[in-house]
Structure formats: C-alpha cells, structure tokens
C-alpha cells in the first residue's frame, strides 16, 4: 500500500472530494466530510472510521491505534499500512466512505449528485 494506491481507491467512489489539511494531511470527503486521512509525508499512515464492532479487533493489531483526536468517534490510525492484507484496508475504506455518506442529509447528497 502506498499513497497513490490509496488515492486511486478513494477517489474511486462517486461525489469524493480531496484537499490538503494541517498543510501535509491529505483529506478525501463526501458531502464535506471526511471518510479518510493520509499524511503525504513517508512514511504512509492513514486514518479512517470503522465500526463499534471493529475498533477494538483492529487496535489489537500490531501497526494499529486509535486516530488521535478522532478515536472517540471510532477512527483509527495505520502507522503501518502492512498490518492489514490491501484487500481488508479497501473493505475498510470503503465501509468509512459508505458510514460517512449514509449519515449525510438529502441536501448534501443532493449537492454532491447523489439523489
């Protein structure tokens, strides 16, 4: 996993904006909020919103901890992107981008084309 990779996987998914935040985070949105965040700077670590049910299995994993200043609404941070087989992080991102927009009222997803 890499950063490029990660970009093309995010930007995949329909209406999703990117910016630069905190001027070396790389923010990926849907409707204005944020379903995931990269640091552009090496090594590769990312953050993005998992389950209830997941955050305690994936902080066990080695290379995994909760987001700092996001854990509390259940994010968590990659410091390292291998603790994860690619397959589980796209699942994983995914599963952020869909939570994100399934709380996302009928006037932004109207904004951003999804209705």
């Given at each position: 996993?890499?950063?490029?990779?990660?970009?093309?996987?995010?930007?995949?998914?329909?209406?999703?904006?990117?910016?630069?935040?905190?001027?070396?985070?790389?923010?990926?949105?849907?409707?204005?909020k944020?379903?995931?965040?990269?640091?552009?700077?090496?090594?590769?670590?990312?953050?993005?919103?998992?389950?209830?049910?997941?955050?305690?299995?994936?902080?066990?994993?080695?290379?995994?901890?909760?987001?700092?200043?996001?854990?509390?609404?259940?994010?968590v941070?990659?410091?390292?992107?291998?603790?994860?087989?690619?397959?589980?992080?796209?699942?994983?991102?995914?599963?952020?981008?869909?939570?994100?927009?399934?709380?996302?009222?009928?006037?932004?997803?109207?904004?951003?084309?999804?209705?």
């Amino acid at each position: 996993m890499n950063l490029e990779i990660l970009r093309t996987l995010c930007l995949s998914f329909p209406a999703v904006t990117e910016d630069i935040k905190w001027e070396h985070d790389l923010c990926f949105s849907i409707g204005g909020k944020m379903f995931c965040v990269a640091s552009m700077e090496p090594p590769l670590t990312f953050s993005m919103k998992v389950t209830d049910e997941e955050i305690e299995e994936l902080i066990a994993v080695p290379g995994i901890i909760p987001a700092p200043y996001l854990a509390r609404y259940k994010w968590v941070l990659l410091e390292n992107p291998q603790a994860l087989p690619l397959d589980r992080i796209e699942k994983l991102v995914n599963q952020s981008y869909q939570m994100i927009l399934g709380k996302l009222p009928k006037k932004e997803l109207k904004a951003a084309g999804l209705l």
